[in-house]
């Protein structure tokens, strides 16, 4: 399955590494999500955006930076992470913001 | 109160087992629901849409209660492939944005 792709698929960075995240659709879809899951846990909404504008930032600290420049790609600019930032981080995209949501593989992301 | 919560589990039943379980919705004006499978270290997929009038699927069936406002899985016939985490999604209608519950582990064993 290759409707939404997600690279890389693990990244190991240091606590002062810069590093992005890329996530790409093929779906035709509108709406595109970065989710935070960490060992266990339930999945974390941090950005939501809707026609390339950003609807929704959960509270999310500013070291990470998301980055819409079209609608079928959306990225997340990691600086100065923290440890426990170490989680799977997965992107998904729905036609519209109420369908379903099909999810890339993740980035499993560990930092040092 | 948590938008969507469900029984985080684990369930462990035997193979060959029914086994059903319940997911409880705060917004009472929800409209879209859907149950999503997760596999350990995997991306959540889709399982099924959750239709007013109950959606079967195979040894799948997900029903809508509004009155309650809870949404069931039920699986006939487990199978060990269907050990996985079965997450809960409504929509919060505050932007019609989907709210993904904490999952419930089930585990077949043989």
């Known amino acids: 399955e290759t409707g939404v792709t997600q690279t890389p698929r693990h990244l190991v960075m240091g606590m002062t590494n810069k590093k992005s995240l890329k996530c790409e659709q093929h779906?035709?879809?509108?709406?595109m999500y970065w989710y935070k899951q960490s060992a266990k846990k339930p999945l974390e909404l941090m950005f939501v955006y809707n026609f390339k504008e950003q609807t929704e930032n959960n509270s999310v600290p500013s070291r990470f930076s998301p980055e819409c420049p079209n609608s079928s790609h959306l990225f997340l600019h990691l600086h100065t992470l923290q440890p426990e930032d170490s989680a799977l981080y997965l992107c998904?995209?729905?036609?519209?913001?109420?369908?379903?949501?099909?999810f890339g593989p993740g980035t499993r992301l560990t930092v040092l | 109160r948590k938008e969507v919560e469900q029984d985080p589990g684990p369930f462990n039943v035997p193979e060959g087992a029914t086994v059903a379980f319940n997911c409880t919705y705060s917004n009472s004006a929800s409209q879209s629901f859907f149950w999503y499978r997760q596999d350990c270290r995997k991306e959540p997929k889709l399982l099924m849409s959750?239709?007013?009038s109950g959606n079967e699927d195979g040894r799948f069936t997900a029903q809508l209660n509004r009155a309650s406002q809870y949404i069931s899985l039920l699986i006939r016939d487990s199978k060990l492939s269907d050990s996985a985490t079965y997450l809960c999604v409504a929509d919060n209608n505050a932007g019609n944005m989907l709210t993904f519950g904490g999952g419930t582990r089930l585990m077949v064993k043989p």
């Open positions: 998904a995209s729905s036609r519209d913001m109420y369908n379903e949501q099909f």
């Open positions: 779906l035709g879809h509108n709406a």
């Open positions: 959750v239709y007013s």
